[in-house]
C-alpha cells in the first residue's frame, strides 16, 4: 500500500490525536489565478490554526503523495502552469510517472481517509453538469462521497451545475447532505439555491456526532455540510444565474466538455460578474475552512474526552 508522505506538522497532529482539516489543491493549481490562489490557501490554513485544529493541503510533487505542503510547495502549485488535475481514474498514473498534480475533491478525498483525517474543507462539490443526462457528465465527487467516510465542508454545489439533479444522485447514493443553519441548499456564491435542504443542522456538535455515528453504524461513505456563503459576500441568484446561463451556452458552441468545462464556466462567470465571483469564491473558501476546523476539533473532543476531576480533589 502506498504510505503518503506527511509534513511534520501534519505528522506530530496525527499521532497526537489532533484535530486535522484536509485542503484541496485544484483551488490553488485550477481554481483561482495568481496570486489570489496563494494569498486565500495560506489564509485558510491559519484560519484552521487559529480554530485549534492543524491544515493538511494534499497534492503529488514529483511523484510523491504529499499530505502538508510547505510554503515553497504552495507558491510552486499557484504559480506553475499545466500542473495536473487529478481525480480517482488518474491518481496513480501521476505518482508512477513522477509529476506535480493537483487533487480534485474525490482524490483528497481518498488521501485523506488513508492518511487518517476526517474532515475536509473546499469550495464547491463537483456534480451533474447542465444537460447531464444527455452527455453523462457527472463529476465523481457524488460517488467517492458514497464510498469514502470524511467529512466535507463546501458551499454547496457549484452555481454552474444542475444542483437539483446532482441533489438527486446524492440521495440515491446515500449521501447525507447537511445544510448547516438554513433551510435552503446553497448554491456556491449565493446563499440559495431555491431548493430545500434535505437535512437541516444547527451545531457543530451535532455534525460531529453524526460523523461519528456513521462509523459506529457501519455505514459506508461520508457526509457532506452544505455551509452557505455569508450574507455580505453572496452574489444573488437573479445576477449570478444569467452569466452561468450565458457561459454554459457558450461552452456548448465550442465543444467544451470534461476537465476543461468547469474552469472554461468559472472565468466566463467572472468575467460577466466583473471580479465579484472571485471574491465570492475567496469568501466562502475561508467561512469554510473556519467551520471544518470546528468541526475537526468537535470530533476530536469526542474521541478524546478529558478525565473528569472528582469532586473535592485538586490537581497538583
Not at 458552441?253 to 468545462?261: D, I, T, Y
Not at 467551520?291 to 468537535?298: D, H, Y
Request: glycine fraction near 8%; proline fraction near 5%.
Amino acid at each position: 500500500m502506498i504510505s503518503p508522505e506527511l509534513n511534520r506538522e501534519v505528522g506530530k497532529a496525527i499521532a497526537g490525536g489532533r484535530p486535522v482539516v484536509a485542503l484541496e489543491s485544484t483551488v490553488i493549481s485550477h481554481g483561482l489565478p495568481y496570486p489570489e490562489n496563494l494569498q486565500t490557501a495560506l489564509a485558510m490554513e491559519e484560519i484552521i490554526r487559529k480554530s485549534g485544529a492543524v491544515p493538511a493541503t494534499i497534492a503529488i510533487v514529483s511523484g510523491c503523495l504529499r499530505v502538508g505542503l510547505e510554503a515553497r510547495e504552495l507558491e510552486l502549485f499557484a504559480s506553475t502552469e499545466g500542473i495536473s488535475k487529478l481525480s480517482r481514474n488518474s491518481l496513480v498514473h501521476c505518482l508512477v510517472t513522477g509529476g506535480n498534480g493537483s487533487l480534485t475533491v474525490a482524490a483528497t478525498m481518498i488521501v485523506a481517509h488513508l492518511s487518517g483525517i476526517q474532515v475536509f474543507a473546499t469550495g464547491g462539490i463537483g456534480g451533474v453538469h447542465k444537460g447531464g443526462s444527455e452527455t453523462f457528465d457527472v463529476s465523481a465527487d457524488l460517488h467517492e462521497l458514497a464510498k469514502t467516510a470524511v467529512s466535507v465542508v463546501s458551499a454547496g454545489a457549484k452555481a454552474i451545475l444542475d444542483i437539483a439533479m446532482t441533489l438527486e444522485v446524492l440521495e440515491s447514493l446515500g449521501v447525507p447532505v447537511l445544510v448547516f443553519g438554513a433551510d435552503n441548499f446553497p448554491a456556491f456564491w449565493s446563499r440559495s439555491s431555491g431548493i430545500p435542504a434535505p437535512l437541516r443542522v444547527d451545531s457543530v456538535e451535532d455534525i460531529a456526532i453524526m460523523h461519528r455515528k456513521r462509523n459506529t453504524l457501519g455505514l459506508t461513505g461520508g457526509q457532506l455540510i452544505a455551509n452557505p456563503i455569508p450574507e455580505r459576500d453572496e452574489i444573488k441568484r437573479e445576477i449570478i444565474e444569467p452569466a452561468v446561463e450565458s457561459a454554459t451556452r457558450d461552452a456548448r458552441k465550442l465543444g467544451v466538455r470534461s476537465k476543461e468545462l468547469t474552469p472554461f464556466l468559472l472565468q466566463k462567470v467572472l468575467e460577466a460578474t466583473e471580479g465579484r465571483s472571485l471574491r465570492a469564491n475567496v469568501a466562502l473558501l475561508k467561512n469554510n475552512a473556519k467551520l471544518a476546523a470546528e468541526i475537526a476539533v468537535s470530533i476530536s473532543q469526542l474521541e478524546n474526552p478529558k478525565p473528569e476531576i472528582p469532586m473535592g480533589r485538586s490537581i497538583r
